[in-house]
């Protein structure tokens, strides 16, 4: 089957930390892969995406890789603050099908 | 930009009403969903329509019925509330039948049953 698996929150860095958010997918296709950010009390907003193989969506700082040979597009900035604080889902689509495939979401606190 | 608008942020309605979500998208999206968002659940699919009248079930339709009128506007309805389906809701919209194609969220609804 398809599904997404990220990893246990919350994460809590100081400002200007590394982060890194894993994600790990299954899919039964050749998926397009989204991480999407959602603020306290806001819906969720796309962060990035990347729609094959080898391909690197940045944004805001934030920057992702789609790995096929590890099923993998983990998310990474190179220096948090603290507006970064929020909660991150990874997602899959596959081609021709509108179905969304979501992680459980990854809570990041960041501290001054 | 796409603007997805949900009619309410914040719900209290009583066990046994009938309660109405309203979701409006402004880009003539073919694909519109509801979802519900509960803590340590994550995000899970109620229904989805891929365009005006049709629809199909998600994940967890059980207690929930939609309608698609229009291609902007998509509603979601719980026929008789319950507590357990105090939550927050997501409308998203999105183009085409690609899936490399985002989906886009509106604010979301938080819906309080008593």
């Known amino acids: 089957g398809n599904s997404v698996t990220q990893m246990e929150g919350p994460v809590t860095l100081s400002e200007e930390a590394f982060l890194t958010i894993n994600c790990t997918y299954t899919a039964t296709g050749y998926p397009s892969l989204f991480w999407y950010v959602q603020y306290p009390g806001e819906g969720l907003q796309l962060l990035l995406k990347?729609?094959?193989?080898?391909d690197k969506g940045s944004n805001k700082g934030f920057e992702a890789t789609y790995r096929k040979e590890t099923t993998s597009f983990h998310l990474e900035k190179g220096s948090v603050q603290v507006s970064d604080s929020a909660v991150y889902f990874c997602a899959l689509s596959l081609y021709n099908f509108n179905k969304f495939y979501f992680g459980s979401g990854t809570k990041l606190n960041v501290k001054p | 930009d796409v603007k997805v608008t949900q009619s309410s942020r914040y719900l209290v309605k009583r066990t046994g009403e009938k309660v109405f979500l309203e979701c409006v998208q402004d880009?003539?999206?073919?694909?519109m969903f509801w979802y519900r968002q509960d803590p340590g659940l994550g995000l899970r699919l109620i229904y989805f329509?891929?365009?005006?009248?049709?629809?199909e079930k998600g994940d967890i339709p059980e207690g929930y019925s939609v309608s698609r009128e229009k291609k902007e506007r998509f509603s979601l309805i719980l026929e008789s509330a319950s507590t357990n389906q105090t939550s927050m809701y997501l409308c998203a919209s999105k183009s085409g039948g690609q899936g490399n194609q985002p989906q886009h969220f509106g604010d979301g609804t938080r819906l309080s049953i008593l």
């Open positions: 880009m003539d999206h073919e694909n």
């Open positions: 329509s891929y365009d005006v009248k049709m629809k």
């Open positions: 990347a729609t094959k193989a080898d």
